[in-house]
């Protein structure tokens, strides 16, 4: 065995580092977090519809390899299916409110007011 050299007071200087002792443990290795975990919860604000497929296929991997990302994943999910679901409600609303603001407006003039001014721009 080498002695530890020593410095000129005559104190022992330490060695070089070693391996850790017998039975340390190492810190345990932590699983990435799966990427359409990420987009799914990014996507539910941008594309709702996107944002379902990309969750559901991120919980089926997140079960097969164990990464982690569940909660962003069923986040993306759940939102992706609120916002789509408040989509088509939105364009439902809009479409009946359009639909009952024409049909009003057709009920009040009978002959409608693109002919009305047709006929007095050709004089007939």
Not at 20 to 35: E, F, S
């Amino acid at each position: 065995m080498t002695q530890a050299p020593q410095d000129p007071y005559g104190i022992p200087q330490a060695g070089p580092y070693g391996p850790p002792p017998y039975g340390y443990p190492y810190p345990p290795m932590q699983m990435p977090t799966n990427t359409l975990a990420i987009l799914a919860l990014v996507f539910a604000f941008v594309f709702a519809p996107a944002a379902i497929v990309m969750g559901a296929m991120a919980r089926k991997q997140i079960r097969r390899t164990g990464e982690q990302g569940m909660g962003l994943a069923t986040a993306g999910l759940v939102c992706g299916i609120v916002f789509t679901v408040l989509s088509v409600i939105w364009i439902v609303v809009v479409l009946v409110l359009f639909a009952t603001v024409a049909s009003h407006i057709n009920d009040q003039n009978t002959t409608g007011a693109l002919v009305l001014g047709a006929r007095a721009h050709f004089g007939l």
